[in-house]
């Protein structure tokens, strides 16, 4: 089983940084950082995980219709599904980051732990603390 790094960024930890670093400057073939196409995971671990309502902390979802939601996870998880299959024929190590993790639920990050799971890869968590 492959591997993927969960950073879980806690606020002013640098993580900001580290998400910058790894999507601009990653050159490792041995790794892949996963974005929905920002410099954070942010957004992409937000639908993934997230439940069938609407979490506090998924910015720009407030007064979203939830069907439209349920598609756009939907859509999220395919695409990302789409993109582990490669990654893990390779031998790639997976790197996500997302501010979001560290306030998910149980079930939110079981979720995601699962979908990961399913898709080949064992996860190891990584969070800086800020004394």
Not at 19 to 24: A, K, M, T, V
Not at 83 to 95: H, K, M
Request: hydrophobic fraction near 35%.
């Amino acid at each position: 089983m492959n591997r993927c790094i969960l950073h879980v960024g806690m606020p002013k930890t640098g993580t900001s940084s580290i998400q910058e670093s790894l999507f601009f400057g990653l050159d490792d073939p041995r790794f892949e950082y996963v974005t929905a196409g920002q410099y954070s995971s942010l957004r992409l671990l937000q639908l993934l995980g997230s439940e069938e309502g609407i979490p506090d902390y998924l910015e720009g979802a407030q007064g979203r219709d939830p069907a439209y939601l349920a598609k756009h996870r939907q859509l999220t998880r395919r695409q990302f599904e789409h993109r582990l299959a490669p990654a893990r024929r390779s031998g790639r190590q997976l790197i996500l980051s997302g501010e979001c993790c560290w306030r998910m639920s149980r079930s939110e990050l079981s979720r995601l732990k699962t979908i990961l799971e399913q898709g080949g890869y064992s996860v190891q968590v990584m969070a800086y603390l800020r004394p």
